[in-house]
């Protein structure tokens, strides 16, 4: 399986990262408290596949409930474009529509039901997700 080198960040460009990732990209559309609101759409990767250019100043952080998931977004224009999924606490939860333009991104969609999350990741897809942090 052959990876692409992807570059992003946010709208006003002070979060610049870039990102290993496999095509195509496995995309979780998760529809709990935080997600649901976002309209929140990531692929996960190991932290050794991520990297952050800059930004790392411009980031703010907001936790809740289990304090886990660690969602980082641009301080100065409110975009989140990474943040760590408490699916994987060791990985780096991707935005795709926060990839810069000049790449031809190929998407395959995946549902995650994070209003029960517990019950989720005894399923194939927490099972999927497991797999991520031991491949990477």
Aim: hydrophobic residues 30%; proline residues 3%.
């Amino acid at each position: 399986m052959s990876e692409t080198l992807y570059t992003g960040g946010c709208h006003c460009g002070a979060v610049a990262f870039e990102v290993l990732a496999s095509s195509p990209l496995l995309c979780i559309r998760c529809n709990c408290s935080i997600c649901e609101k976002k309209q929140n759409i990531h692929f996960i990767v190991s932290r050794n596949k991520f990297k952050l250019h800059s930004g790392h100043d411009s980031l703010t952080t907001y936790t809740f409930n289990t304090h886990q998931a660690k969602h980082m977004f641009c301080k100065i224009c409110g975009v989140q474009s990474f943040y760590v999924p408490r699916s994987n606490p060791n990985g780096i939860g991707v935005m795709p529509h926060c990839l810069d333009q000049q790449h031809t991104v190929e998407i395959q969609m995946q549902n995650f039901n994070g209003k029960d999350w517990e019950f989720e990741m005894r399923t194939s897809i927490g099972d999927q997700l497991r797999e991520i942090s031991e491949l990477n």
